[in-house]
């Protein structure tokens, strides 16, 4: 693909699923239910209208650096050592699936390792700051990155296409599942069920409780969409149980 393809195609892939995931979760929580909903809200209060520009501002400069990203990788020479295969048929079906589940731990570790870095407190002072202004996320907050964190951020990608054999839907699926999880952890509210966190599989599993509470707090609960990393090193929070059970109090009256 040339560059202005490459361009073309990931700006109007990432203003898409940004738009149309976090929009349609807006929507949903934030206007049409809005009244109907809140008091099952994470955090009671709402962010006020310019926190809401601010995230979107943001989020469209994280775009732009996608896009940067994306070119590198995709429409230059380092195309040549990429894992892209064209046919699905070279691995199967199964493989298929498979990469997409190692797309995803492999960005879990990445993305653990890389926040808790951005916690560093020169790094935080003029990088991470930005994302943590949102401290009542709302699912815009998704995208709304530093420019220099979207771009630490966007370069998971590279791990990605020199490590996995992928196809090119593979990837897409991927992405789309990065955008919802995001959403979902940047929503202001739990969806997973009543005791969840104590289920022996959701213990493992990053809420969006668990985010919202990294927001508000600052500190611990560092993972995207495991708790592996949060629970080997010691970082989650040790209120994270009794907040989770707080917001199943509020959504189920008891």
Same mark, same amino acid.
């Given at each position: 693909?040339?560059?202005? &393809? ?18 349609? #979760? ?29 995230? =979107?501002?943001? %989020?469209?400069?994280? $775009? ?10 995709? /429409?230059?020479?380092?195309? @040549?050592?990429?894992?892209?295969? &064209?046919?699905?048929? $070279? ?17 879990? *570790? ?23 202004? %949102? ?6 907050? #998704? ?5 220099? &964190? #979207?771009?630490? &951020?966007? %370069? =998971?990608?590279?791990? =990605? /296409?020199?490590? =996995?054999?992928?196809?090119?839907? /593979? ?11 995001? $959403? ?21 599993? @990053? *809420?969006?409780? @668990?985010? @919202? ?5 600052? *500190? ?20 994270? +149980? +009794?907040?989770?059970?707080?917001? +199943?109090?509020?959504? *189920?009256?008891?």
């Amino acid at each position: 693909m040339d560059v202005m &393809e490459v361009v073309i195609r990931s700006v109007s892939l990432n203003l898409f699923r940004y738009f149309g995931v976090a929009g349609f #979760a807006f929507l949903l929580f934030y206007v049409i239910f809005k009244s109907r909903w809140s008091y099952w809200k994470i955090q009671q209060t709402f962010p006020k209208p310019n926190d809401y520009w601010r995230e =979107i501002i943001f %989020s469209l400069i994280t $775009v732009i650096i996608f896009m940067i990203v994306a070119v590198i990788i995709f /429409a230059s020479p380092l195309r @040549n050592y990429t894992l892209l295969y &064209e046919s699905i048929d $070279v691995y199967g079906m199964g493989y298929w699936w498979l990469s997409i589940f190692l797309m995803i731990l492999l960005h879990d *570790t990445y993305f653990y390792w890389m926040h808790r870095m951005m916690h560093h407190p020169k790094i935080f002072k003029w990088v991470h700051r930005t994302h943590h202004q %949102s401290t009542n996320p709302s699912p815009w907050a #998704a995208y709304a990155f530093h420019p220099i &964190e #979207a771009f630490v &951020e966007a %370069s =998971i990608i590279f791990p =990605i /296409a020199f490590i =996995i054999p992928f196809h090119r839907t /593979a990837l897409l699926a991927f992405l789309v599942f990065m955008i919802v999880y995001n $959403v979902y952890g940047h929503l202001g509210y739990e969806l997973y069920p009543k005791g969840f966190n104590k289920h022996w599989l959701g213990k493992w599993i @990053n *809420t969006s409780v @668990n985010h @919202n509470q990294h927001h508000k707090q600052f *500190t611990g609960n560092y993972g995207l969409y495991f708790l592996f990393w949060d629970r080997i090193m010691g970082t989650i929070r040790s209120d994270y +149980d +009794d907040a989770y059970q707080h917001s +199943d109090s509020r959504r *189920t009256g008891s």
